[in-house]
C-alpha cells in the first residue's frame, strides 16, 4: 500500500460545466437572464476523483472524452491534480460530455447534462480496467454512467477483492446483485426515497431508510445536505452532523466531494464511520466555496477527525 493508501479506481462521467448563475432557475416556459458564464471542469467521476486526489488518495480515472479543445482542458486538469488519465479514452467524432449548471443565488442549483463521449464508454474497458489493476483497492462509481457499466463494475469488483462503492446519483434501477456488491451504497435523500419508495425529509427517516436499504446493500450512506449523513453497516449505525456553515456558496459537487473524501479514509483502512466523518467535512468546506472541483479541499484543510 502506497502512503495515499489502496489505489482508488474511479469510472465516471468527465463533463465541462457552463456555470451561469441566476436569481432563481427558470421554471417551465420560463426565460431568464444569467448575468456571466463560467467554464469549469465537472462530470461527477471526474469530480469523487479530484475530490480524492487533493485529499491525498493514489487515484486512476477510467472514462471518455471527445477529441475537442473542452476534452484536451479535462485531461490537463485530470493531470495537474494528479490523476492517473491513461485510462481515460479520447473518443475521435464526438464532443465531450458537457453540463449547463444554473446556480441560483440561494446557492441551490440545477443541471442539464449532455452525456456526449461519456457513453461511450463500454463494459468490456471496465471489466478489464478493474481486472487488471484495481485489485485490493476501492472501485468507486455514480448513477451518471449506464446501468450495465455499473453492473460490469460490479461483479469485476467482486472476481478482483476490490471494495465497490457506488454513488447512486442520479437514481437509476439496478439489480439486485448490483446493490448486494455496494459498500457502501450513497444517496442523498431524494435518492433514497427512490429506492425505497418513502420519503426521507428527517434524520429519522434516514435512519429508517439507511435500515431499510441495509438489507440489500453491504453498508449505507444517506447524505442529508445541512445535516450531515447517515450511515449503517454491521457494526452499527449513526448521524454525523455537518458543521455550521456561514455562508453556503455554491451547492454544486458536495455530494462528489463527501465521496471522494470517504474513498480516500475507506482506501487507507479506516471503518464507514471515520469515512462518512471526513465526507462531511469535505461537502461542508465545498459548499462554503464557489464551483465544484474548484471548491475541494486539500490535505491538511479539513480539521482531521480520528480513525
Ligand atoms: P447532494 O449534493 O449529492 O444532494 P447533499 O446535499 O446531501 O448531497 O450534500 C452532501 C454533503 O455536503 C452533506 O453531507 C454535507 O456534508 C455537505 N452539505 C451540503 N449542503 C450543506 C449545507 N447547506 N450546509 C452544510 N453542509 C452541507
Ligand atoms: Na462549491
Given amino acids: 500500500m502506497t502512503a495515499g493508501g489502496a489505489p482508488i479506481t474511479v469510472i465516471g462521467s468527465a463533463n465541462l460545466d457552463y456555470i451561469v448563475r441566476v436569481p432563481t432557475a427558470p421554471g417551465p416556459g420560463e426565460t431568464v437572464l444569467a448575468g456571466a458564464m463560467r467554464k469549469s471542469p465537472g462530470g461527477k467521476g471526474a469530480n469523487q476523483a479530484v475530490a480524492a486526489a487533493r485529499l491525498g488518495g493514489t487515484v486512476r480515472f477510467v472514462g471518455c472524452v471527445g477529441d475537442d479543445d473542452d476534452g484536451a482542458l479535462l485531461l490537463r ?4 491534480e494528479g490523476v492517473d488519465s491513461a485510462e481515460v479514452e479520447v ?6 460530455g458537457l453540463a449547463i449548471v444554473a446556480v441560483e443565488d440561494s446557492g441551490e442549483n440545477s443541471i442539464v447534462v449532455v452525456p456526449g463521449a461519456n457513453f461511450a464508454l463500454t463494459a468490456t474497458r471496465v471489466t478489464r480496467v478493474v ?4 485489485g485490493g483497492g476501492l472501485v468507486v462509481l455514480q448513477g451518471e454512467v449506464q446501468p450495465r457499466i455499473i453492473a460490469a463494475a460490479a461483479t469485476a469488483a467482486r472476481e478482483s477483492g476490490s471494495r465497490f462503492v ?3 446519483a442520479p437514481f437509476v ?3 439486485s446483485d448490483v446493490l448486494a456488491t455496494c459498500d457502501p451504497l450513497v444517496v442523498n435523500e431524494s435518492e433514497a426515497a427512490a429506492i425505497t419508495g418513502r420519503p426521507v425529509g428527517s434524520v429519522g427517516s434516514a435512519h429508517e431508510a439507511a435500515r431499510q436499504l441495509l438489507e440489500r446493500a453491504r453498508s449505507v450512506v444517506i447524505t442529508l445536505g445541512a445535516r450531515g449523513a447517515v450511515w449503517a453497516d454491521a457494526d452499527g449505525a449513526g448521524v454525523v452532523p455537518a458543521p455550521a456553515v456561514d455562508r453556503v456558496v455554491d451547492t454544486t459537487g ?5 465521496v471522494g473524501a470517504l474513498a480516500v479514509r475507506l482506501a487507507q483502512g479506516a471503518g464507514l464511520r471515520s469515512a462518512v466523518e471526513l465526507g462531511v467535512r469535505a461537502g461542508t468546506y465545498a459548499v462554503a466555496r464557489d464551483g465544484a472541483q474548484s471548491s475541494y479541499a486539500m490535505s491538511g484543510e479539513l480539521v482531521d477527525v480520528a480513525a
Avoid at 486538469?77 to 495537474?80: G, N, P
Avoid at 473518443?91 to 465531450?96: P, R, Y
Fill in 131 to 134: 481486472r487488471r489493476r484495481a
Fill in 91 to 96: 473518443i475521435t467524432g464526438e464532443h465531450t
Fill in 77 to 80: 486538469e485530470l493531470r495537474a
Fill in 173 to 175: 434501477e439496478l439489480d
Fill in 166 to 168: 457506488l454513488n447512486l
Fill in 254 to 258: 458536495a455530494g462528489d466531494a463527501f
